[in-house]
């Protein structure tokens, strides 16, 4: 998403008939009441509702949503639908369906959690280049999460223009990162986990757990392997999740990735190497912190840093 508070700070000026200045101004005396235990974005909800400004029935752009909403309505083109998983949490079986819509301004993913909603993925009733309506939507870790509250379904409008298919990165400090921002940072790697093992489904990659997917039943499980780094951009430090082909970016083969013993020895090379990281935010409520989740690595490029630099 783009800098998506500059946006509904702007949208609210509009609605109110008041200066961006102002709006900020009461944004800042919000947070100040709450003794800064709310974000900006947050702040900028309250000082609306507070206006008379209802942005829960007001429909926005996909660049235009901001993370803690919790009645946002969106129209989408659909780019991606991901396999329906299933899962069991607390002793209770249920489901799960992704997908991502986009539209002229950025992309989003889509988290269905409701079971009519998911059975419309799997009855195909909505496909890739279907364009929805989603109303009544959550916004968490820059995802829209819809309940059994919510609602999507196929609209008529037509989408003609060109619509955002990339993924949006944007560069910033992490002192700066919110939960929910899809960031692309220069740091520098301070510290190196061992790495975590589990295995998966050869059939479907869902995980296996003793020797059992919950699809195809008993499995001979491949190996897969999870990474816990810690990244210093300068401005601040955030522990990080890296999976699969990331690990093989950061610099790790596989054939150390599962010896612990030539990890232990890859691992004192990989100290203090600076790299860019592209990735999300996401807030961990297992341990109430942030963590970044990996989705590239690329090499510093010294001729595209001196053009960043020169801009």
Same mark, same amino acid.
């Given at each position: 998403?783009?800098?998506?508070?500059?946006?509904?700070?702007?949208?609210?000026?509009?609605?109110?008939?008041?200066?961006?200045?102002?709006?900020?101004?009461?944004?800042?005396?919000?947070?100040?009441?709450?003794?800064?235990?709310?974000?900006?974005?947050? @702040?900028?909800?309250?000082?609306?509702?507070?206006?008379?400004?209802?942005? %829960?029935?007001?429909?926005?752009?996909?660049?235009?949503? $901001?993370?803690?909403?919790?009645?946002?309505? /969106?129209?989408?083109?659909?780019?991606?639908?991901?396999? /329906?998983?299933?899962?069991?949490?607390?002793?209770?079986?249920?489901?799960? @369906?992704?997908?991502?819509?986009?539209? &002229? *301004? +950025?992309?989003?993913?889509?988290?269905?959690?409701?079971?009519?909603?998911?059975?419309?993925?799997?009855?195909?009733?909505?496909?890739?280049?279907?364009? $929805?309506?989603?109303?009544?939507?959550?916004?968490?870790?820059? &995802?829209?999460?819809?309940?059994?509250?919510?609602?999507?379904?196929?609209?008529?409008?037509?989408?003609? +223009?060109?619509?955002?298919?990339?993924?949006?990165?944007?560069?910033?400090?992490?002192?700066? @990162?919110?939960? +929910?921002?899809?960031?692309?940072?220069?740091?520098?790697?301070?510290?190196?986990?061992?790495?975590?093992?589990?295995?998966?489904?050869?059939?479907?990659?869902?995980? /296996?757990?003793?020797?059992?997917?919950?699809?195809?039943?008993?499995? *001979? +499980?491949?190996?897969?392997?999870?990474?816990?780094?810690?990244?210093? %951009?300068?401005?601040?430090?955030?522990?990080? $999740?890296?999976?699969? &082909?990331?690990?093989?970016?950061?610099?790790? *083969?596989?054939?150390?990735?599962?010896?612990?013993?030539?990890?232990?020895?890859?691992?004192?090379?990989?100290?203090?190497?600076?790299?860019?990281?592209?990735?999300?935010?996401? *807030?961990?409520?297992?341990?109430?912190?942030? &963590?970044?989740? $990996?989705?590239?690595?690329?090499?510093?490029?010294?001729?595209?840093?001196?053009?960043?630099?020169?801009?």
């Amino acid at each position: 998403m783009v800098e998506n508070y500059e946006r509904l700070i702007e949208k609210i000026s509009k609605a109110a008939n008041l200066s961006v200045e102002d709006i900020e101004r009461k944004v800042e005396a919000k947070k100040a009441k709450l003794s800064g235990l709310i974000s900006k974005e947050g @702040a900028a909800q309250i000082v609306a509702a507070e206006l008379g400004i209802n942005l %829960d029935k007001e429909r926005m752009k996909i660049s235009e949503i $901001v993370n803690g909403m919790r009645k946002a309505n /969106v129209i989408g083109k659909v780019i991606e639908i991901f396999p /329906v998983r299933s899962y069991n949490k607390n002793g209770r079986d249920g489901k799960v @369906a992704n997908l991502r819509i986009a539209d &002229e *301004s +950025g992309n989003i993913r889509v988290v269905l959690w409701d079971t009519n909603h998911i059975g419309l993925i799997e009855r195909n009733e909505i496909n890739i280049n279907d364009v $929805v309506e989603i109303s009544n939507a959550g916004v968490r870790n820059g &995802e829209l999460h819809l309940s059994g509250f919510s609602d999507i379904k196929k609209s008529n409008e037509i989408m003609s +223009g060109e619509i955002v298919r990339e993924k949006i990165f944007l560069t910033k400090k992490l002192s700066d @990162a919110r939960v +929910g921002d899809s960031l692309k940072i220069r740091a520098v790697i301070v510290q190196v986990f061992e790495p975590r093992y589990f295995e998966v489904c050869p059939e479907c990659r869902k995980r /296996v757990i003793d020797g059992e997917c919950k699809i195809h039943g008993k499995v *001979s +499980g491949m190996k897969r392997a999870l990474l816990n780094l810690v990244l210093d %951009d300068g401005s601040g430090t955030i522990r990080c $999740v890296a999976f699969g &082909e990331v690990i093989n970016k950061i610099g790790i *083969s596989e054939e150390e990735i599962f010896s612990l013993e030539k990890f232990e020895e890859r691992k004192k090379n990989l100290l203090g190497e600076e790299m860019i990281f592209f990735g999300n935010i996401k *807030s961990n409520s297992l341990y109430g912190t942030n &963590e970044f989740n $990996v989705e590239n690595v690329e090499e510093i490029n010294a001729e595209s840093l001196i053009k960043e630099m020169e801009k």
